[in-house]
C-alpha cells in the first residue's frame, strides 16, 4: 500500500447511545453475561479494573443509587438483562466499526496516531413523557418501512429492533460508571471520568502503559499540534505527549467544569463540586476518586480558594447561572448525601 498524505479524521459514533438498537443475534450473545444483575455486575466492574491496573487496590465501590431497587428486588428480570444485552450489542457493532478504519491503514497505522473516547459518563436520563414536544419533534413516529414504533421503557418493549425506542435506565447506567457515582450532565466522577485510549507506535512505542493523569478535552487540539511538531498555539489546554512519554507527570493546570448548573474545580489531588443550588462538596481524589466522603467542613480554607478559582474562571468565560438561563427549570440535582468524614479521612 502506497503511503497516504497526511490527513485529520473524526468519527463520531451515535451509540452506544439510545435508543436502543442492535442485531438480534449480537443481543442473544450478551444475554448471559448480564443475567446476575446490576449489583453483582458493579462489584465485578470494580475488581476486573483493579487487577488490569486501571485503578488502584484501594478504590472502593460508590453505593448504588438508591433511587434504584436491589437485583433481587427487581421485576421482569429478562426484560432489563435484554436492555444491557443491546447496549453491549451496540458496543460491539462500534468496535467492528472502528476495526474496519483502522485495518485500512494498513502500513500507515505506524505513523498514525489514534484517539478514542467518549463524550461523558454513561446517561441515566429517562424516556421523555408521550407526547413531550422536544422529543416528539427528532424522533418519527414509524419506521423507514413505515412500521409503527413502539416508545418507552417499559417490559411492553423489547428493545433492538428499529421499531422500538428505549433506554436502558438508571441502574445499568449505575453499572456502565462503576465504581463511581452519578452520570451525564453531572460533574461527579460518573458524569466526566471517560478513558482516553492513544495509539502511535512510532511515537509513543508498542509497550502499553497507563497514565494516570487527568487531562480535558481542550488538551486534545495542543496534543494534536505538539505530535506534528507544529509550534505551540495560544488557546487553552496543554499538549498531553510528555505525560504519555513519562517525560514529566502531571497536569499543571486547574481543570473546570459547568453544566446544567453543576459546577467542579481541580486542583492536584482536590476536587471542589456544586452540584444545582447546594454547597460545595470537596473530595481528595487521591483516596476517595468515589466521592463519598465530603471533606469540605475539614479544609475550609481550600474550599474558598479554589471557589474563588472556579468564579474567575467562569467570569472570564462568559458562564451564566444557571437559573438565569432556564429560571422555569430550576435545576434541584438528586444526589445521595455524602458519608460522615472521620479521621482516616
Known amino acids: 500500500m502506497h503511503a497516504v498524505p497526511p490527513f485529520f479524521l473524526y468519527l463520531a459514533y451515535t451509540a452506544p447511545h439510545w435508543p436502543l438498537h442492535a442485531p438480534e443475534a449480537e443481543i442473544d450473545a450478551y444475554l448471559d453475561t448480564y443475567r446476575s444483575g446490576w449489583d453483582d455486575l458493579r462489584e465485578q466492574r470494580l475488581d476486573r479494573l483493579i487487577q488490569k491496573g486501571l485503578?488502584?487496590?484501594?478504590?472502593?465501590l460508590s453505593r448504588r443509587d438508591s433511587s434504584q431497587p436491589g437485583w433481587s428486588e427487581t421485576p421482569n428480570k429478562g426484560w432489563n438483562v435484554r436492555r444491557m444485552a443491546t447496549y453491549a450489542a451496540q458496543v460491539t457493532r462500534m468496535d467492528a466499526g472502528i476495526a474496519t478504519v483502522l485495518d485500512a491503514l494498513g502500513d500507515d497505522a505506524?505513523?498514525?496516531?489514534?484517539l478514542f473516547l467518549s463524550d461523558n459518563g454513561a446517561s441515566a436520563e429517562p424516556m421523555p413523557p408521550p407526547g413531550a414536544t422536544n422529543f416528539a419533534t427528532r424522533q418519527p413516529s414509524r419506521t423507514r418501512a413505515g412500521k409503527p414504533i413502539s416508545i418507552g421503557n417499559s417490559?411492553?418493549?423489547?428493545?433492538?429492533?428499529?421499531d422500538t425506542y428505549s433506554t436502558y435506565g438508571t441502574a445499568w447506567a449505575n453499572v456502565s460508571n462503576a465504581p463511581f457515582r452519578l452520570y451525564k450532565e453531572w460533574?461527579?466522577?460518573?458524569?466526566?471520568?471517560?478513558?482516553?485510549?492513544?495509539?502511535?507506535?512510532a511515537g509513543l512505542g508498542n509497550s502499553p502503559r497507563i497514565v494516570a493523569e487527568p487531562f480535558q478535552l481542550t488538551d486534545?487540539?495542543?496534543?494534536?499540534?505538539?505530535?506534528?511538531?507544529?509550534?505551540?498555539h495560544d488557546g487553552?489546554?496543554?499538549s498531553m505527549l510528555s505525560s504519555w512519554r513519562a517525560e514529566?507527570?502531571?497536569?499543571?493546570?486547574?481543570?473546570?467544569?459547568e453544566h446544567l448548573g453543576n459546577c467542579a474545580v481541580r486542583v492536584g489531588p482536590w476536587k471542589l463540586i456544586r452540584s444545582g443550588f447546594g454547597d460545595w462538596a470537596l473530595y481528595d481524589m487521591r483516596k476517595d476518586r468515589t466521592e463519598e466522603h465530603d471533606r469540605a467542613s475539614d479544609f475550609p480554607e481550600q474550599v474558598a480558594q479554589m471557589a474563588a478559582l472556579w468564579q474567575e474562571w467562569a467570569d472570564a468565560n462568559?458562564?451564566?447561572?444557571?437559573?438565569?438561563?432556564?429560571?422555569?427549570?430550576?435545576?434541584?440535582?438528586r444526589l445521595e448525601p455524602a458519608l460522615d468524614s472521620s479521621s482516616e479521612w
Open 55 to 60: 485503578l488502584p487496590s484501594n478504590m472502593p
Open 110 to 114: 505506524e505513523n498514525t496516531l489514534v
Open 155 to 162: 417490559p411492553q418493549v423489547s428493545p433492538g429492533g428499529e
Open 187 to 201: 460533574v461527579h466522577e460518573g458524569g466526566i471520568s471517560t478513558p482516553l485510549i492513544a495509539s502511535w507506535p
Open 220 to 232: 486534545i487540539v495542543p496534543t494534536l499540534i505538539d505530535a506534528t511538531g507544529l509550534p505551540p
Open 236 to 238: 487553552p489546554g496543554q
Open 248 to 257: 514529566t507527570t502531571s497536569h499543571d493546570a486547574p481543570l473546570f467544569w
Open 318 to 333: 462568559g458562564v451564566v447561572p444557571w437559573e438565569k438561563i432556564e429560571p422555569h427549570l430550576a435545576y434541584t440535582p
